[in-house]
């Protein structure tokens, strides 16, 4: 389901401040993509974008691990555990080393839920217990993430919400500028990603 994307891929951490206390930073839109960004204590992003495609093609695009290099920077492969199921997707994830940042890891659950007939959620969870740590990996910890389409006339609006903690000393100047970067390539690259064949819905693929 870039780089600290993937690290970040969506993690709504639990302050004692609330949520809803916390204002954000707007960045100016490009080629229709909104970002923002807040501290709640660690960087939270938030990014939304409309695409002329089927709803169903995203999600058939998030199941498959084989195309993670295409839309997540710095990602080097990805692969779905036993105990996947249509709506339920367990996935470990490694990305490259990108100076000065070392190679990280991380293990997420993805739970697709359908609130309305026009609205869908992915809820991301940081599920690292099912994958042994590896001392070539940095392991990204505390992941919760949210997806949420909301089908329109022609399309559909993606939005997406997150925030993790990376591991390491990172500075946080490095880590917003990375994560933000990372954040608006793969909404870029879901422009392509969801017009390819594979990813159109037909009668033996199905998100119900």
Known sequence: MHFLVGLIIGV???????????????LPSKA??????RYNPLL?????????????????????THSIRRWLKQSQDARMLAGSTDH??????????IWPVSPR?????????????????????DCSD????????????KIKALWTI?????GFELEYQGSANPGGNLPDWLVKQLTLSSLRASFLAF????????????TKQTTH
């Not at 229709?32 to 960004?37: A, E, Q, V």
């Not at 339920?88 to 080393?97: D, E, I, L």
């Not at 890891?105 to 969870?125: F, G, N, P």
């Open 44 to 64: 939270e992003v938030k990014a939304k974008a409309f695409y002329q495609a089927k709803p169903e093609s995203f999600l058939l695009l998030l199941k498959d």
């Open 32 to 37: 229709g993509i909104t970002l923002s960004y």
């Open 150 to 154: 909301a089908v329109q006339k022609q």
């Open 191 to 202: 422009n392509t990603e969801l017009h390819r064949p594979a990813y159109q819905l037909n």
């Open 105 to 125: 890891d991380m293990v997420t659950c993805a739970d697709v839920l359908r609130l309305k007939s026009q609205l869908l959620q992915i809820q991301i969870s």
């Open 130 to 141: 099912l994958v042994e740590e590896s001392a070539d990996y940095v392991r990204i910890r």
């Open 12 to 26: 709504l951490l639990v302050s004692p401040v609330s949520a809803a206390d916390v204002p954000w930073t707007s």
């Open 88 to 97: 339920h997707w367990r996935v470990y994830t490694r990305f490259k080393s």
